[in-house]
C-alpha cells in the first residue's frame, strides 16, 4: 500500500470553491455573465455562478445552480448564453418564472439586461454583466459567503441544504447515499500542550485532507470545532466505509508540522447509508452518529458502522 502524499499547511482556499470562473473553462475576461442569489432561503443566499451555454436553475441537487426552496421545480428555468447575449426562459415550472415583475411564457426565451431580477419561488436571482475587478471580488464574496474560513470546505448550511435535496434525490431515483460523522482524537491535548494555534492548523489541515478524499463525490462540511461530516451521493455504506478508511488513513499518516512542532492526531469515523440503516434524513444523521460513538468507545483512530 503506497503511502498517502503529504497535505502541505497553506491558506489557499479557492479549489473548494462551490464555483469558480476556472470551472467554467473561460479565461477572465470571457466569464461576463453571472448569477447571484439576493433573496431566499438562507442556504442560498449569496450563491453565485458564472454563466456560459446553458446554465439551469431548480431544486435538483444535480442542477448548475440548485436552489433549497420547496416551491421551486426541480428543473424550473434555464439562462443560456448564445452569440455575446443572455437569455432566461421557464422550463415549464409548477409555480412560473418571474423576470422582473413579468411571469415568463413556458417556452419563451426573453433577454437579460444587466440588474435584471429573475424571481423562481422565493428565491431573487440577480443577473449582471461583470468586468475584470468585479470577477476577483465575485470570487471572493464566493469564498466569504460559502466557504468555513479555516478549513476551506463549505459552510454548515450550504452542506445542510445540499445534503437534504442530495437525500430527497436519493429517495426519488431510489439510490443510495452514504454519510460519513467524523471527529478527531486527541485535540484536547494538542491544544493544551502546544495551544490553540497548533490545534487550529490541525483542525485545517484534516479538514483540506477530508475535502480532497471527498472531492466531487460530494460535499463535506466542518460542523463546528474539530467536527466534520461528509455525504458521498449515490454510493452505498460499502463505499462509504472505503472513503472513511482512505481519509483515517490519511490523517494518521500525515506529517503535520509547524513552527518545527510534529503534532500527530488521528480522527474516528462513523459511517451509515439510505436505504440500510435509516429511511429520513433525519435518522441517517442519528444511525452515523451513533456509529461514529462506537468508534470512539472502540479506541478511536478507526472507522465503524
Given at each position: 500500500m503506497s503511502r498517502p502524499r503529504r497535505i502541505r499547511h497553506t491558506t489557499e482556499t479557492t479549489k473548494l470553491i462551490r464555483v469558480s470562473p476556472e470551472e467554467t473553462g473561460l479565461r477572465p475576461h470571457e466569464a461576463r455573465g453571472s448569477l447571484v442569489v439576493?433573496?431566499?432561503?438562507?442556504?442560498?443566499?449569496?450563491?453565485?455562478?458564472?454563466?456560459?451555454?446553458?446554465?439551469?436553475?431548480?431544486?435538483?441537487?444535480?442542477?448548475?445552480?440548485?436552489?433549497?426552496?420547496?416551491?421551486?421545480?426541480?428543473?424550473?428555468c434555464a439562462v443560456n448564453f448564445e452569440g455575446e447575449r443572455y437569455y432566461v426562459e421557464d422550463l415549464d415550472s409548477t409555480n412560473g418564472t418571474k423576470l422582473?415583475?413579468?411571469?415568463?411564457?413556458?417556452?419563451?426565451?426573453?433577454?437579460?439586461?444587466p440588474n435584471d431580477r429573475i424571481t423562481l419561488g422565493s428565491c431573487v436571482v440577480k443577473f449582471a454583466l461583470t468586468g475584470e475587478v468585479e470577477l476577483d471580488y465575485h470570487a471572493q464574496m464566493d469564498a466569504l459567503v460559502?466557504?468555513?474560513?479555516?478549513?476551506?470546505?463549505?459552510?454548515?448550511?450550504?452542506?445542510?441544504?445540499?445534503?437534504?435535496r442530495s437525500f430527497e434525490a436519493a429517495v426519488?431515483?431510489?439510490?443510495?447515499?452514504?454519510?460519513?460523522?467524523?471527529?478527531?482524537d486527541g485535540l484536547k491535548q494538542i491544544n493544551d500542550t502546544h495551544g490553540h494555534p497548533m490545534g487550529a492548523f490541525a483542525i485545517a489541515t484534516v479538514g483540506r485532507i477530508i475535502g480532497a478524499v471527498v472531492s466531487s463525490h460530494g460535499a463535506a462540511c466542518r460542523l463546528g470545532g474539530d467536527e466534520f461530516a461528509a455525504f458521498l451521493r449515490g454510493?452505498?455504506?460499502?463505499?462509504?466505509?472505503?472513503?472513511?478508511?482512505?481519509?483515517?488513513?490519511?490523517?494518521?499518516?500525515?506529517?503535520?508540522?509547524?513552527?518545527?512542532?510534529?503534532?500527530?492526531?488521528?480522527?474516528?469515523?462513523?459511517?451509515?447509508a439510505f436505504p440500510d440503516d435509516a429511511a429520513t434524513g433525519e435518522d441517517l444523521c442519528k444511525r452515523a452518529d451513533e456509529a461514529l460513538y462506537r468508534a470512539k468507545r472502540a479506541g478511536r483512530d478507526r472507522v465503524a458502522v
Open positions: 439576493l433573496q431566499g432561503p438562507e442556504a442560498d443566499i449569496g450563491l453565485h455562478r458564472w454563466l456560459h451555454g446553458t446554465v439551469v436553475l431548480g431544486r435538483d441537487p444535480l442542477a448548475d445552480m440548485p436552489l433549497d426552496d420547496v416551491r421551486i421545480s426541480r428543473h424550473h422582473n415583475a413579468t411571469k415568463l411564457k413556458p417556452g419563451r426565451r426573453v433577454e437579460l439586461k460559502g466557504t468555513d474560513d479555516l478549513t476551506g470546505l463549505i459552510v454548515k448550511r450550504r452542506f445542510d441544504a445540499d445534503f437534504a426519488s431515483e431510489r439510490a443510495p447515499l452514504a454519510l460519513l460523522m467524523l471527529d478527531m454510493q452505498p455504506k460499502s463505499v462509504g466505509m472505503a472513503f472513511g478508511e482512505s481519509i483515517r488513513r490519511w490523517v494518521h499518516e500525515n506529517h503535520f508540522e509547524k513552527d518545527g512542532v510534529v503534532i500527530r492526531p488521528t480522527i474516528s469515523i462513523g459511517v451509515a
